[in-house]
């Protein structure tokens, strides 16, 4: 298994500013993803974290607001830019994969984002 | 594209008693995993149950069974001697396998469950 610690656990952000969520793995992986969750709602992809080179993103997100950083196989970052309200949302990493893991994804508990 | 369609916002069941979550999805792959995870209140998302396409036997965890049908692309979850600590968020998703590994999750949009006493 792994255990993802992501920081911080929430935070409350006046509009226009830039937010970063560090996501820690305690072991190394393979895929690292973040995911976006509106309450009460699914999980929607934003991008996948690719170590050493630039992020995949999905359609609908793009580089200039999420930039996403994974320097190593145990450590990604994820930065909310110029926010505003509709950036209001649970934000998760995911870690794991590999079919030596069973394809099997692990969570964190997620960072609660509020803009004011 | 890969789609999961969970067609239950909300259920609820007695507690002791068993209860069965729908899940559909449409691929063209051949190769991939199901899996349900269950989010409860605390927001942590856990692993409930995990199917390899590949295989045909069923998946079961204790409470927790699958009736995995390839050909109808449908995948549902099965808890019985349904537990207070049951009720949570239950998502479907759906992950394409790859040579290089595994690739992302694709979530329905869950199905609230609630255990009642």
């Known amino acids: 298994s792994a255990v993802i610690s992501q920081k911080p656990s929430r935070d409350i952000c006046q509009r226009g500013t830039s937010l970063t969520i560090q996501c820690q793995v305690d072991s190394q992986v393979t895929m690292m993803f973040w995911y976006r969750q509106q309450p009460g709602q699914s999980l929607t992809l934003i991008a996948t974290a690719n170590q050493g080179s630039e992020a995949t993103y999905e359609s609908g997100f793009v580089i200039d607001k999420f930039p996403i950083s994974r320097p190593n196989l145990t450590f990604s970052t994820l930065t909310v830019s110029n926010m505003s309200p509709e950036d209001s949302s649970i934000y998760l990493c995911?870690?794991?994969?590999?079919?030596?893991?069973?394809?099997?994804?692990?969570f964190g508990e997620g960072s609660r984002l509020t803009v004011l | 594209a890969q789609t999961v369609t969970q067609s239950q916002p909300e259920m609820s069941v007695q507690e002791a008693e068993t209860v069965t979550l729908s899940c559909t999805y449409d691929?063209?792959?051949?190769?991939?995993?199901l899996f349900w995870y269950k989010q409860p209140p605390s927001r942590q998302m856990i692993l409930v149950i995990r199917?390899?396409?590949?295989?045909?036997q069923n998946a079961t965890e204790n409470r927790f069974s699958v009736n995995f049908q390839k050909a109808a692309k449908s995948f549902s979850l099965k808890i019985s001697d349904s537990q207070l600590g049951d009720t949570a968020m239950y998502f479907c998703?759906?992950?394409?396998?790859?040579?290089?590994?595994?690739?992302?999750?694709?979530f329905g949009k869950g199905t609230k469950l609630t255990v009642n006493p």
């Open positions: 199917q390899e396409a590949y295989k045909q």
């Open positions: 998703a759906f992950m394409k396998l790859t040579q290089g590994g595994s690739e992302k999750l694709v």
């Open positions: 995911s870690a794991g994969g590999g079919t030596g893991r069973g394809g099997e994804l692990f």
């Open positions: 691929t063209s792959e051949n190769n991939y995993y």
